[in-house]
């Protein structure tokens, strides 16, 4: 009988051998020559010496390229959570989403129902040019059907996105349109937007959303500054919950904005030399001595640790939230000769008091990652008390307040996380997109009444009511969600706040959904009440 090994039983035995041969062959040649010349070639040989022997006597065909890719994930994982290798295909997204542009027809988008809908037409975009409207459902790109076919969202993204100049042909049905319509779209460089919002909370109090530290970072959020400070802001809550990081210098630009003088924002130390490096202020901000209170939250990791590391052991400013992620480790891009990528850990960043707020990473990247179950398990999202520091990683501001290192940035004031109205419906309704879908077709269908009322009576009078409430548990059940009375009743208030800021959001975009959101957030709603906190951290 003739036994044919599966991919899984021909790639075991020789995976250990190649990933230790890859990660001899790379840790030789991107080290900038810490191994000896001698080693590193005999390494090189080792490596080529193995693929040849696999290549020419191996029992089974196997794909060379697809086997180096996995021994050198397999060998990157004992190294650090951060240092990773990203396949040439994937880099292009991985860049445009750090780059802040993408080229393609430029649409927001969600996926309902196995059914792409265009959420909004970006402005000034080519999509908006032809006329692509909210609420079309994309039948077909290119004659090929993308409806009904579980698309995901790389699908999506493979289909929309290509080069400056070039065609697609987009199919939508539309409301109340019995054919489908054909657009012809001329893809275009596309502006991803890392500021979500910037809007003025009361006659003086400014508040920004960062999303992420991507190249047109700092350029967003000078602007959201000047428009703001034109409105009158005397004090600033600047926002970076959720905020997973991104380009370090861009932080640094950011921090330097409320720093006067030359204060240190961030340090790094590597094993090289020349990963060594000291970053100061040294421009002259306009905003460098009003009030300033920054939210963090566990989902706040490194360009956002650096903003809220600086601002905090300068006495700048009030941190309020809870313990950001802990992620202090610098990452240098290394481009490889078949177009892939190697994002390789070179030094550690220290906040100005010497800090490094790097969280452990010994017992495996699964730990690392799950860390934030962890808070849960121990009630530090709950209680301040739970919050774990090392008495000896203490250290002092620069007025001698007392900070900790060892895994994320503390916050001055503590919220703990409220779950209040929370219900496994409310989250069955968030996770099948139930809500966002509903006022998707509602703010379509009553966009002109909408918009003839102005946001700011929206914002105050605009009631979801029991009709709304109905609806949007239809729509619901049509996306398999069975109505739970009780669950409903307990998180009523809540489900009303979120659908009436999405509805919001299809009218007046980020600006007009963030005031009605932002009420939902304990961080926020307690950062409003501690501006003379923040000016006491100032004057002392």
Known sequence: MSIKNTTSQIRLPLLLCVAIAAGIFIGANVTGGSNDTVNSRKSAFKFREILNYIDENYVDEVDQDELVDDAIVAMLKDLDPHTVYIPAEEQELSHSQLQGNFEGIGIEYNIFRDTIYVVAPLSGGPSEAVGLMTGDKIIKVNEELVAGIGIRTRGVLD?????????????????????????????????????????????????????????????????????????GMTQLILDLTGNP???????????????????????????????????????????????????????????????????????????????????????????????????????????????????????????????????????????????????????????????????????????PLDTVGNSPYLN???????????????????????????????????????????????VAETNDIKYNAKQFGHSKELIKLYVKAQIARGIWNNNGFYPIWNQTSEIYNEALGLFDKAKAIEAM
């Open 245 to 415: 990081g991104g380009y370090m210098d861009r932080a640094i630009k950011m921090a330097d904005e409320f720093l006067a003088g030359d204060p240190m924002i961030v340090f790094t130390k590597g094993k090289e030399f020349r990963y060594n490096q000291e970053h100061r202020a040294g421009t002259t901000g306009s905003f460098e001595k009003q009030p300033l209170i920054v939210m963090i939250d566990e989902g706040s990791a490194s360009a956002s640790e650096i903003v809220s590391g600086a601002i905090q052991d300068n006495d700048r400013g009030l941190i309020v939230g809870r313990r950001s992620f802990g992620k202090g480790l610098v990452q240098m891009p290394i481009d490889l000769s078949d177009g892939s990528e190697l994002r390789l850990t070179i030094s550690r960043y220290y906040t100005p008091s010497g800090r490094s707020i790097q969280k452990a990473y010994t017992d495996g990247i699964d730990d690392y990652y799950h860390d934030i179950y962890g808070r849960y398990e121990s009630g530090e999202m709950y209680n301040a008390d739970s919050v774990s520091v090392i008495d000896s990683l203490k250290f002092k501001t620069a007025k001698g307040r007392i900070v900790y290192g060892g895994g994320g940035i503390i916050p001055d004031v503590y919220v």
């Open 159 to 231: 289909r929309l996105r290509g080069p400056k100049g070039s065609l697609v042909t987009v199919t939508v049905l539309r409301k109340n349109v019995d054919e489908l319509l054909d657009f012809e779209i001329t893809r275009d460089k596309i502006p991803q937007f890392s500021v979500d919002a910037d809007y003025m909370i009361d006659a003086q109090t400014g508040y920004i959303k960062v999303n992420r530290f991507t190249a047109t970072t700092f350029d967003e959020f000078q602007l959201a500054m000047s428009r703001l400070e034109e409105q």
């Open 428 to 474: 069955k309704l968030f996770t099948s997109n139930s809500i966002r879908e509903y006022a998707l077709q509602y703010s379509e269908d009553h966009k002109e009444r909408l918009t003839d009322m102005g946001y700011d009576y929206y914002f105050k009078s605009f009631a979801i009511n029991s009709v709304m409430l109905n609806e949007l548990i239809q």
